[in-house]
């Protein structure tokens, strides 16, 4: 008789196509696979992670601004969709 060993907590998994993770979650993820010593999952949580709290970041940021113009949402795609590396028009890269 075989017996199906089940983890206490689910593997991270990328959360391109799943529902996003609370920051809180992420962190136990992280966690768990940095006490474990699984490389592959920590970076995996560690990324997931990240999002979470960029998520979080931008919902408070913006449930206090004004509405964001349409140049403005188009600059902001841009910066997420570059990774963070701003252009070279007078600003960080």
């Given at each position: 008789m075989s017996k199906t060993v089940h983890s206490a907590t689910p593997e991270?998994?990328?959360?391109s196509e799943s529902p996003a993770l609370t920051a809180r979650?992420?962190?136990g993820y992280v966690a768990t696979a940095a006490r474990t010593g699984d490389s592959e999952?920590?970076?995996?949580?560690?990324?997931?992670?990240?999002?979470?709290?960029i998520a979080d970041a931008i919902d408070k940021?913006?449930?206090v601004a004004p509405?964001?113009?349409g140049p403005q949402?188009?600059?902001?795609?841009?910066?997420?969709?570059?990774?963070g590396q701003r252009q070279s028009n007078g600003v960080r890269r």
């Open positions: 991270p998994q990328d959360t979650q992420a962190a999952r920590e970076f995996v949580a560690r990324r997931n992670l990240a999002e979470a709290k940021a913006l449930a509405p964001l113009t949402v188009v600059r902001l795609t841009r910066l997420l969709r570059s990774g």
